[in-house]
């Protein structure tokens, strides 16, 4: 027998006598059972010669071999041998091995053109014409037969693939046997959830992540410098304006005169003005541009209370209150920082986008699993994130339909309590208290301190945000696709050794495992191919490859090739050695012989536990389209405790669509990744989750206290309650309305 079988021709018998199914399959497993020998090769692999032939029975005299053609491999023709090539006994070729759907049909009618002596078993699929129509009464087809013994055996080896001797009665065992291959199954009537159009808004250009960042990063220090001095100005000004409500010393002159003091508020009041110039002047302009947000309203506010501070004494004074001054700095201070905040953490995004040369993109792909949409992560170029991370946050977007509300209810209410009073002299007075109690602290922070300390986050671990568009459609119930590379990323997997069967060369079993691997597309594929060039070995060609539940089948250079799990192998009745004891291994066999095994290790890197966590907590549900055939639901939990019991499990062939490199994907990006593994992808994912729900939630309560403080301002105007309606009442307030904004914040970076 030559080493190398590429070229070994399968010889046939000139008698034809016929044999049954049974007699066949007794014939192929006592020669197998002949080759009980096999070398142990440590890596690295060094082929071993010299071994004995393994011993076969002594074949029927008239017996011949069968051919059983590969799916989609026309019928070789083999030429009859001569006499002086008859195979002696004990001498037959192997028994080739077919897939899981050709194994053991039973023998086609000869066509008409085939030899009478040679029998060709055609795999199902493969267009049949029968030469003569059989007589008598109808019988079930030769397809037909094969198909409902492979399901037969796939049913049994869905039941027993996973038992193992010695945990039978484990608990924990007996309950991952529940979570087999291919299980879960997508729910044809599930409603599609839809989203309810958006007013599209012109996009910003879309500049590169390097370019934006330069933009955002001019001007950013003295941005925070300025927003400083403004909070510390605000400082002196609330002391001022507290001071006679909880009876505070006042330095000379300002102790004494009340002029002094108002004057000295609307002095400071102009100057934070001055600090925050663009701010003010930005809110300002949203007016001509039909964009009104509660910047404007902090800008109105500051302009009509710095107004009513310069007449109020004028008009008579308010009982010695003290104007708004305070209040407007305060909220002009807190504005122009959460303007600084959300440009440090556009700048940080698009620092990370810049960073990778070749990054992952996650993108929300509507209906993509069962019904639902589902995060998908590819390579690409971040197409669309330059436009994303400029365009209007979630609490602009609140505030463009609330603030002009504010606005017009601000003006008509102010115009009531004091025109429609005949007390013109009120009105200055009437408009600072009402558009600064509709000027929230929170307005610019419910956005900015949630974005920026999400961004530093997922900048250390590789993530970018693509703007308010990616997270936006992160509702409940979306799933997330998890592939062999999230799961186990490069360097997690490693091999321990090989085994190489029979007289197989080293260089041969390394080169057709290697090949399907690389075809199969699934993360095995960098390991064999190390391996692959340390045998100094190459691909081969592979025709009509085909992968199934547990393992994968090709035709390489004339030989049958199976790579696939151990139970795949049984499943193939493909011999395997005694007491074998395996956990997790890639098995190559070669025309129906046992070829070598791969024995692999896998480790579980420390986020992925915590990460998968993190998603089903937050209610994104994982689903499993990983390649290799090694990641099971039963293996996670055996090996690694993993809850499975939350994750779903498609078939092979939804699998293989769901982690399809080609696959359409959503125009919208959710983020960019620059780093492998579950960790960027779920952390960018989950913070994204909860950035739209807390940016929701706080903005919706910054209206609200808006709204509330523009009815409390009109009311007690209009009665002319003015120590009821005293700046520091006003100031308490407004806090009470920042603390919730401040606590859910924090809540979005702790998970």
């Not at 639902?372 to 197409?383: I, L, N, Q, T, V």
């Amino acid at each position: 027998m030559p080493k190398d079988r590429d070229d070994q021709l399968n010889k046939g018998h000139p008698d034809g006598e016929a044999f049954s199914l049974e007699e066949i399959l007794a014939e192929y497993k006592g020669r197998r059972g002949g080759e009980e020998m096999d070398n142990t090769i440590p890596l690295p692999v060094i082929p071993q010669k010299d071994l004995p032939r393994p011993h076969h029975p002594p074949r029927r005299e008239g017996a011949i071999d069968n051919v059983v053609d590969f799916p989609g491999k026309a019928a070789r023709r083999r030429p009859a041998p001569e006499e002086s090539e008859a195979p002696e006994a004990g001498d037959g070729a192997p028994g080739a091995v077919s897939p899981p759907s050709a194994r053991n049909k039973p023998r086609s009618t000869p066509s008409e053109g085939k030899a009478p002596d040679e029998k060709v078993v055609d795999f199902p699929g493969e267009e049949e014409t029968a030469a003569d129509p059989p007589d008598g009464p109808e019988e079930e087809s030769p397809l037909q037969a094969g198909i409902n013994k492979l399901r037969r055996k796939a049913d049994d080896y869905a039941e027993h693939m996973f038992e193992e001797e010695g945990v039978e009665d484990d608990e924990d065992v007996r309950k991952a046997e529940k979570y087999l291959p291919g299980v879960d199954s997508e729910d044809v009537d599930a409603p599609m959830r839809r989203r309810r159009p958006r007013r599209a808004l012109p996009p910003a250009p879309d500049l590169p992540p390097a370019d934006l960042y330069k933009r955002y990063n001019r001007g950013l220090s003295f941005l925070r410098l300025r927003g400083v001095l403004v909070l510390l100005l605000a400082l002196p000004l609330l002391y001022l304006t507290l001071a006679p409500f909880f009876k505070f010393p006042l330095p000379g002159p300002l102790g004494e005169s009340y002029e002094l003091r108002v004057y000295t508020l609307a002095g400071m009041l102009g100057c934070a003005m001055l600090l925050g110039v663009d701010t003010f002047l930005a809110g300002l302009l949203r007016i001509f541009q039909l964009g009104i947000g509660m910047d404007t309203l902090v800008s109105l506010a500051c302009a009509a209370t710095l107004a009513d501070a310069l007449t109020m004494i004028s008009l008579g004074g308010r009982e010695e209150q003290m104007p708004y001054c305070a209040i407007s700095a305060l909220a002009l201070g807190l504005t122009m920082w959460g303007t600084y905040l959300k440009r440090r953490g556009s700048r940080s995004a698009c620092r990370t986008a810049a960073s990778a040369q070749e990054p992952y993109l996650v993108t929300l792909d509507e209906g993509k699993w069962n019904g639902r949409d589902a995060y998908a992560k590819w390579s690409g170029e971040p197409a669309g994130f330059g436009s994303q991370i400029q365009a209007p946050d979630g609490a602009q977007r609140i505030f463009r339909v609330t603030a002009p509300l504010l606005l017009i209810a601000a003006l008509l209410f102010s115009i009531t309590a004091s025109l429609g009073q005949k007390q013109p002299q009120h009105l200055l007075w009437c408009l600072s208290a009402t558009l600064t109690a509709a000027a929230s602290f929170s307005a610019a922070l419910c956005y900015g301190i949630p974005w920026n300390t999400l961004c530093q986050r997922l900048s250390k671990s590789g993530a970018a945000i693509a703007g308010w568009d990616g997270v936006v459609g992160t509702g409940g119930g979306a799933g997330i696709l998890l592939t062999d590379i999230d799961l186990f990323p490069p360097g997690s997997v490693s091999m321990n050794g090989i085994k190489v069967f029979g007289d197989f060369p080293v260089e041969k079993v390394v080169a057709c495992a290697a090949t399907l691997i690389r075809d199969s597309g699934c993360g095995l594929d960098k390991i064999f191919h190390d391996l692959l060039r340390s045998q100094g070995a190459i691909y081969r060609r592979s025709e009509h490859f085909a992968q199934y539940e547990g393992g994968m089948a090709a035709v390489i250079r004339g030989d049958q090739v199976l790579v696939g799990s151990a139970a795949f192998m049984h499943l193939m009745e493909i011999g395997l050695p005694q007491g074998l004891n395996v956990k997790n291994a890639v098995f190559c066999a070669i025309e129906g012989e046992l070829a070598g095994i791969f024995a692999l290790s896998y480790n579980l890197h420390g986020v992925v536990r915590p990460s998968l966590t993190a998603l089903i907590r937050n209610k994104v549900g994982p689903v499993l389209a990983t390649r290799d055939f090694n990641l099971i639901p039963a293996m996670l939990r055996q090996r690694f405790k993993l809850p499975v019991e939350k994750m779903e499990f498609p078939a092979i062939e939804r699998r293989l669509e769901l982690s399809d490199p080609d696959q359409e994907h959503s125009e919208v990006l959710s983020a960019v990744l620059c780093r492998e593994g579950l960790g960027p992808f779920s952390e960018a994912v989950v913070g994204g989750k909860r950035l739209r729900l807390a940016v929701r939630i706080t903005a919706g309560l910054a209206s609200a206290g808006s709204a509330v403080g523009v009815l409390l301002a009109f009311y007690l105007t209009f009665v002319g309650a003015y120590s009821s309606l005293s700046p520091a009442n006003l100031l308490i307030f407004m806090v009470m309305w920042l603390v919730p904004t401040l606590l859910i914040s924090g809540w979005v970076n702790r998970y």
